[in-house]
């Protein structure tokens, strides 16, 4: 296709308002650092349960960070793990929120097939917040019960937050 330059304004003859001037967004998210303390915390908390669990921390445009496989954790709880993480970022809300809400008998069922399967309705997706709610990714977790994992991923979320607090507020070494 063709454009018509002559129809097309020059950018300083546009009238931009403050409102508008920001093109652009800065998303805060976390980094490997930050992946690690969250995992080493979710791998203590599956450990004091003593079940072997799958991790997936994911940053908020749910691209994942850092996967841990505990020795004996089950195969096929890997993409049930990334899953929960994708769908706790994606929504920025924990996967048990979906539970009845898209389960068999909820106003939603079928919810759990959208994105290509990736959609989770079971506990052990956690969004990784500051104590502000902002986002800074998600976690999920499988391996054990729905109720072991979300537990586990809350330790995660846990650790994070205390990191910020304690001085890990300098985002940009956490």
């Known amino acids: 296709f063709l454009i018509?330059?002559?129809?097309?304004?020059?950018?300083?003859?546009?009238?931009?308002?403050?409102?508008?001037?920001?093109?652009?967004?800065?998303?805060?998210?976390?980094?490997?650092s930050a992946a690690q303390l969250i995992l080493a915390s979710a791998l203590?908390?599956?450990?004091?349960?003593?079940?072997?669990?799958?991790?997936?921390?994911?940053?908020?445009?749910?691209?994942e960070v850092l996967f841990a496989r505990?020795?004996?954790?089950?195969?096929?709880?890997?993409?049930?793990?990334?899953?929960?993480?994708?769908?706790?970022?994606?929504?920025k809300?924990?996967?048990?929120?979906?539970?009845s809400y898209a389960g068999v008998t909820g106003p939603a069922f079928g919810?759990?097939?959208s994105n290509n399967c990736r959609f989770s309705i079971i506990p052990g997706g956690?969004?990784?917040?500051?104590?502000?709610?902002?986002?800074?990714?998600?976690?999920g977790v499988s391996?054990?019960?729905p109720d072991q994992d979300e537990e586990v991923?809350?330790?995660g979320v846990e650790a994070f937050r205390l990191a910020l607090e304690k001085g890990g507020g300098n985002k940009s070494k956490l």
């Open 153 to 155: 991923a809350k330790a």
């Open 111 to 113: 919810l759990h097939v």
């Open 44 to 63: 203590h908390a599956a450990n004091l349960q003593s079940t072997e669990m799958n991790v997936s921390i994911v940053d908020p445009s749910c691209n």
């Open 4 to 32: 018509d330059h002559t129809k097309v304004a020059v950018s300083s003859q546009l009238d931009i308002s403050p409102a508008m001037a920001s093109l652009t967004t800065s998303t805060p998210t976390i980094t490997l």
């Open 143 to 145: 391996g054990g019960t």
């Open 70 to 91: 505990m020795n004996s954790a089950k195969i096929t709880s890997i993409d049930v793990a990334r899953s929960k993480a994708f769908t706790s970022a994606g929504h």
């Open 126 to 139: 956690y969004p990784i917040t500051d104590k502000n709610g902002v986002l800074y990714g998600a976690i």
């Open 93 to 99: 809300a924990p996967t048990r929120k979906f539970s």
